[in-house]
């Protein structure tokens, strides 16, 4: 690992231990926004603006939800197996509320139950070695509702040290390809935070090659950020 790898990701550990000191002080709050068809994280018992009530509405609405499912990508001859995110099918408001809490408390679909769902990547999200014809099945999504350990005014996100999301991003963007379909672009990319988790002015969250900003940021009651 280069030097300047290094003092990033120290920088960015230390900048993790300071917001968790602020949100351990922080009651659960809720934001509600609408959306047509989105990618939603599913929000931990504590320290995140609540998502479910967005879930819940969304779904009575009629839209289509998607959300985090973590899993062992396929390995390679050249690399060990690792784990990647899709985002994968809510069916119905009785689906999300059976979902069972994974070690962390947050929501999460079964694994038996993935066969029945949509997949946002299609095939590529659960293989990514899949040839380019494996945007088969993609789910193009309007809007992905991320969460963030931290954020700044310029709306660049600090994650909880997984890559998850960034991810997820290129692979989605990579699944994209050459594809035709004037619909087919980028999410729109908005961030949720408490107040305690928004950077002084001219506090910068550290940023490497692969971090994706957002396009907008909702802080509580406060005007929305945007790009």
């Not at 003092?7 to 000191?21: G, P």
């Not at 899993?71 to 990647?84: G, I, L, Q, R």
Request: aromatic share 6%.
């Amino acid at each position: 690992m280069s030097n300047e790898m290094a003092v990033l990701r120290a920088a960015k550990k230390d900048l993790r231990r300071l917001i968790r000191q602020k949100l351990s002080q922080v009651s659960e709050q809720s934001v509600r926004r609408q959306s047509k068809r989105i990618g939603i994280y599913l929000s931990m018992p504590k320290g995140e603006l609540a998502t479910g009530p967005i879930v819940t509405e969304a779904l009575g609405q009629g839209k289509e939800v998607y959300v985090p499912y973590i899993h062992k990508a396929a390995a390679t001859p050249s690399e060990a197996s690792t784990s990647v995110m899709d985002m994968v099918s809510l069916r119905t408001k009785e689906d999300f509320e059976g979902l069972e809490a994974d070690p962390w408390g947050i929501p999460t679909p079964s694994e038996p139950s993935i066969a029945g769902r949509k997949r946002c990547l299609g095939k590529r999200g659960f293989d990514p070695q899949t040839p380019e014809d494996g945007r088969e099945g993609m789910q193009h999504l309007d809007v992905i509702v991320m969460p963030g350990m931290a954020f700044d005014r310029r709306l660049a996100r600090l994650g909880h040290g997984k890559g998850y999301y960034d991810s997820f991003l290129s692979r989605y963007e990579q699944g994209l390809g050459a594809s035709t379909d004037s619909e087919s672009k980028m999410p729109f990319l908005v961030g949720l935070a408490l107040e305690e988790q928004v950077l002084p002015e001219g506090t910068e969250v550290p940023e490497g090659p692969y971090d994706w900003r957002l396009d907008a940021l909702v802080i509580g009651d406060q005007p929305i950020l945007r790009r």
